[in-house]
Structure formats: structure tokens, C-alpha cells
């Protein structure tokens, strides 16, 4: 009867999901150390036990926390800067769990909550786990693209799902927007509008609801647009350093082509994700255009030296892009 009720409880996980964990532990005098840096895993609630696994594809736990040996913080006042996060810790050792929202923080506090003082249960069977591991793979996937793409933890696994040209891409683009603006938040939020769209792009693509060929009508202007900014760069380079004049009408009307290209490729994305995201998502693309092609912001970071060093990350991030789809289009 005890091995029916065993194999019977294997079947029912109170919850579970992926979270962001900092371990931390004491030393030898008794004192906690610094944590270390977060690392994903999929969690398994059962009773008093908490398993993680390192990857979706595990089939036994890489370790195990029992509810009744630590102390239960929801909020923890050193929560590394995270805003959902919650704590598990005892003398020797503590661990900081990082949400991905709301939502997923208030139904992991509501459900460690309920299961303090029960028994720990077994982890699940390898059949099972791996059912689950599928299940959940499958709904990140599909969530990716939303609110996960502007959560830290969301941005984490994003970055390791796009390829390292593109989001070279992105974050040097982010350094420069930073730099002028002197706005972290206005650098988050075009960042994270970029993560949005590229992330729903990408898994379009992967999901075969779009062909790689497909993204040309985006790819090609942009493609020429970043050609074309390269070389205003250079010129303006040139005459900046030598202390010669700038035409500015004439640099205003290059900027100008720049902006066209930029806009073109913008219309292309939007009647290829217009079926696919919702308006005010749709919105975001031209809100990223406005900013990064006005003419006004575009000529200050040109003539700004303090930031040559990021135009010339950007210009290399470009190449890279550039051979990227070159060689995806033509594989």
C-alpha cells in the first residue's frame, strides 16, 4: 500500500518551473559567503522537497532543499537588485531564487507557503520528469516572446537562444543609446522593445511559420542602411579629427537616406509580424525607429568622441550581422 501511495504522489508536483538560483553557503567561521552568480534550473515541488535539475533533458535531480531545514523569507532584503525574488536559507546554507514576473513569484511564495511543515515527497520518476520537461519547454518557448523578453530572468535564457550576432547587435546598440541619452531606462526599454521583436522572429522562424527567406523584406534595407551609416561615419570621422567643416545640410540629408532604409525595413517587419503579435507590440518597432534615426540624436553621437569606441563596436556588430544572414541565406 506505502509503494502505491509513493508511485501515486510521483504524479502530483505542487510546483514547478524554471527559476534564476543563487547559492551561497557559510565558511568556516560561520560567516556567509558572497553568492554566487545565478544560474537557471527547473525546479520540482513535492511536499517538503524542492529538486532542481540543470537541464530540461535531466532525468535525476542535481540536488535537493528540504523545506523544514530552512527559513522561508518572500522577501528578502538583500535580494541581489531583483525585484521577484524570494529566499531560502538556514546557518550554513543560502539560497536566492529569482522569478521571471509577478505572476510566476506570487504562485511559488503562495505554493512554498502552503507546503511548510509537510513531508518531503520523491522526485518524479524519469518518465514523468521528462514528460515535463517537454511540457514546460514547449510553454517557454511559446512565452518567450512576451513577457519573459523584458524580465532579467527572461533576457538570460533569450540571450542564450539568439546568435551571438544579433545580440552583439543589440547590446551594442544599447552602450550607445545609454551614453547619449545618459537614461538607463530609456536604454532598457529600447532594449527590451528589440528582445521582443527579435525573439518573436526567431521562434517564428524555428516553428517554420516563417522561412529565413522571408525576413529578406526586412533584411535587405536594413542591410543598406547600416552600409550607408558606416560610411557617414567614416567621412564625419575624417573631417571631425582633421578640424574640418562639417556641411550639415548635407550630413542631415545623408541621415535622412539612413532613416528611409531604416523605415522600409521597419514596414517589412511589421507586415511579417502583423499576424502574429498584438498592436501595441507592433507599436514597439516604431518606436525603436524614431529613436534611433532621428537626425538630431543620430549627429550628436557623431560628433561625440567619448563615443567612438561604441560606434566602432557597432560597426563590427554590424559585420558580423551582415555575414551572418549572408551565409544563413545562402546555406
Same mark, same amino acid.
Given at each position: 500500500m506505502r509503494q502505491e501511495e509513493e508511485e501515486s504522489s510521483r504524479g502530483e508536483v505542487d510546483q514547478e518551473g524554471v527559476l534564476g538560483l543563487c547559492m551561497g553557503k557559510a565558511d568556516k567561521k560561520g560567516k556567509k559567503v558572497q553568492r554566487k552568480k545565478p544560474k537557471e534550473f527547473y525546479f520540482n515541488l513535492l511536499g517538503g522537497a524542492l529538486y532542481y535539475y $540543470?537541464?530540461?533533458?535531466?532525468?535525476? +535531480?542535481? %540536488?535537493?532543499?528540504?523545506? %523544514? !531545514?530552512?527559513?522561508?523569507?518572500? *522577501? +528578502? !532584503?538583500?535580494?541581489?537588485?531583483?525585484?521577484?525574488?524570494? *529566499?531560502?536559507?538556514?546557518?550554513?546554507?543560502?539560497?536566492?531564487?529569482?522569478?521571471?514576473?509577478e505572476a510566476d513569484y506570487r504562485?511559488?511564495?503562495?505554493?512554498?507557503?502552503?507546503? *511548510? %511543515?509537510?513531508?518531503? @515527497?520523491?522526485?518524479?520518476? $524519469?518518465?514523468?520528469?521528462?514528460? @515535463?520537461?517537454? =511540457?514546460?519547454? @514547449?510553454?517557454?518557448?511559446?512565452?518567450?516572446? %512576451?513577457k519573459a523578453a523584458s524580465s532579467p530572468l527572461g533576457k =538570460?535564457? /533569450?540571450?542564450?537562444?539568439?546568435?551571438? !550576432?544579433?545580440?552583439?547587435?543589440?547590446?551594442?546598440?544599447?552602450? /550607445?543609446?545609454?551614453?547619449?541619452? $545618459?537614461?538607463?531606462?530609456?536604454?532598457?526599454?529600447?532594449?527590451?522593445?528589440?528582445y521582443r521583436i527579435g525573439v518573436k522572429m526567431y521562434f517564428l522562424v524555428s516553428d517554420k511559420k516563417l522561412r529565413i527567406e522571408d525576413l529578406a523584406v526586412m533584411d535587405n534595407p536594413f542591410r543598406k542602411a547600416l552600409v550607408l551609416f558606416s560610411k557617414?561615419?567614416?567621412q564625419v570621422h575624417v573631417k571631425r579629427d582633421? *578640424?574640418?567643416?562639417?556641411n550639415f545640410d548635407v550630413l542631415r540629408e545623408k541621415l535622412g537616406e539612413v532613416r528611409q532604409f531604416v523605415a522600409e525595413a521597419g514596414e517589412g517587419l511589421k507586415g511579417l509580424l502583423a499576424s502574429h503579435m498584438k498592436p501595441r507590440n507592433i507599436e514597439r518597432i516604431d518606436e525603436v525607429i524614431s529613436y534611433v534615426t532621428d537626425p538630431d540624436v543620430v549627429t550628436r553621437i557623431l560628433l561625440d568622441p567619448l563615443l567612438d569606441d561604441e560606434l566602432?563596436?557597432?560597426?563590427?556588430?554590424?559585420?558580423?550581422?551582415s555575414q551572418f544572414f549572408y551565409y544563413a541565406e545562402g546555406s
Open positions: $540543470k537541464q530540461a533533458e535531466s532525468s535525476e +535531480p542535481s %540536488g535537493t532543499i528540504k523545506l %523544514g !531545514e530552512m527559513t522561508f523569507t518572500p *522577501q +528578502p !532584503e538583500d535580494g541581489e537588485g531583483e525585484q521577484f525574488c524570494f *529566499q531560502l536559507a538556514n546557518d550554513k546554507l543560502d539560497f536566492l531564487f529569482i522569478a521571471e514576473d504562485a511559488w511564495v503562495t505554493a512554498l507557503e502552503a507546503n *511548510q %511543515g509537510k513531508e518531503p @515527497r520523491p522526485p518524479l520518476s $524519469k518518465e514523468k520528469a521528462q514528460g @515535463r520537461f517537454q =511540457r514546460l519547454t @514547449r510553454r517557454t518557448t511559446k512565452n518567450l516572446a %512576451g =538570460r535564457a /533569450i540571450r542564450n537562444k539568439l546568435p551571438k !550576432e544579433i545580440t552583439e547587435l543589440i547590446a551594442a546598440l544599447k552602450a /550607445i543609446i545609454q551614453m547619449e541619452s $545618459k537614461s538607463s531606462k530609456k536604454a532598457d526599454r529600447i532594449e527590451d522593445n528589440i557617414i561615419r567614416f582633421n *578640424q574640418a567643416d562639417i566602432f563596436n557597432l560597426e563590427s556588430a554590424a559585420k558580423h550581422y
